[in-house]
């Protein structure tokens, strides 16, 4: 009886097992498939375009590197071959776009860097792209246009003046970047030949976009996130702020601005007043997980979604050992917080939106 049992089940069991391993490779090859797919689809045109690919300089010895305009047409980055086949990028705009667009030497930066694939890949007409290629030469590279808006730049650019700082401008429905200046500035034609001073000057920094690499106090735009953390949790409690223009606690005393006197108002009120002693005393009521959760969600210690490259994260440090002092700093804005202004613009475009964030 065993003898003739023992094959039956030997046989059943190693279906079984045929059937496991049958199953895990097609369920391999499926997965391999759907990654490939996808690779194809999403992710090889951000493999390609990483700086370190070999492929794209084998590109740039067959393509004339393509324009860069703003979304309204004008030429900002453009590459002319003279007779001996030198090809020269030159900026017709000079210092006003050099963060936006950025330079095509010494490792790129701004567009150039992060358009670089679409800038050397050409769609011209393919008879032009067979005779070029018949003849040996160059075929013209696509033009990338900007989301930023040449009228937007030069009232940022100009408004900005001779001040250091940052202007960055957001379309909050479509997270379009409409401005980016960003001083000091530098003129991106002459990047090559003044690299030393550039890269070496670090009390100006010009290299630096101050928009997405510039780490500041957030100031009184950090309101947002208190009255965030305050709307989440402490909206039933204490609605009637009075302020006297000063507010002590722990030995450390808050000044409104031009220790101004809100008098008696409500959360909203203080909000439209920026008033300081209202945001020091809220942010003793919330406690620090509250501010340190209400950050966090708003993307400070993360990275921002977005495709441009060489974005700085924002930071938020206070932890559960602040005093009274750092704790009021840190709701008016002040204190160890730190941000970028695309970071900023970012979450007051979520504002706009009813609180739903968009990618920059
Ligand atoms: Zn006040």
């Not at 701004?110 to 011209?124: C, I, K, Q, T």
């Amino acid at each position: 009886m065993r003898e003739t049992q023992n094959p039956g089940i030997k046989k059943r069991s190693s279906n079984k097992e045929f059937a496991v391993v049958t199953y895990f490779f097609l369920i391999l090859y499926a997965a391999l498939f759907i990654y490939f797919c996808y690779f194809i689809a999403i992710k090889s045109e951000s493999f390609i375009n990483h700086a370190a690919n070999p492929r794209l300089s084998v590109m740039s010895e067959h393509t004339i590197r393509g324009e860069i305009r703003s979304s309204d047409g004008k030429v900002l980055a453009t590459s002319k071959v003279s007779e001996d086949g030198t090809e020269k990028r030159s900026y017709p705009e000079g210092s006003k776009w050099a963060h936006a667009v950025g330079f095509a030497v010494n490792g790129m930066s701004g567009a150039e860097a992060d358009a670089n694939f679409y800038l050397l890949r050409s769609h011209a007409f393919f008879l032009e792209r067979l005779k070029n290629d018949v003849m040996e030469q160059k075929n013209q590279g696509d033009s990338v246009y900007l989301t930023l808006d040449s009228k937007l730049q030069d009232a940022a650019y100009n408004g900005l003046g001779n001040y250091r700082g940052a202007v960055i401008a957001l379309d909050p429905e479509s997270g379009k970047i409409l401005a980016m200046v960003s001083k000091p500035d530098f003129d991106p034609g002459k990047v090559e030949a003044n690299w030393e001073i550039l890269s070496s000057d670090e009390d100006s920094a010009a290299l630096l976009n101050r928009c997405t690499q510039g780490l500041y106090p957030p100031g009184s735009t950090f309101k947002i996130i208190t009255a965030l953390a305050y709307f989440r949790d402490k909206k039933d409690e204490d609605t009637n702020f009075d302020c006297d223009g000063t507010f002590t606690s722990g030995g450390y005393t808050i000044h409104c601005y031009g220790n101004t006197a809100h008098g008696k108002q409500d959360f909203l009120e203080a909000f439209a007043h920026s008033c300081n002693t209202t945001f020091a005393k809220t942010g003793l009521i919330l406690g620090k997980g509250d501010l340190r959760k209400a950050s966090e969600d708003l993307l400070f210690n993360s990275k921002l979604p977005t495709e441009l490259s060489h974005v700085k994260k924002s930071s938020f440090t206070m932890d559960d050992k602040a005093d009274d002092a750092l704790v009021m700093q840190t709701a008016i804005g002040q204190g160890d917080t730190l941000v970028t202004p695309l970071h900023m613009a970012t979450i007051a475009s979520a504002v706009c939106r009813g609180g739903e964030g968009v990618a920059p």
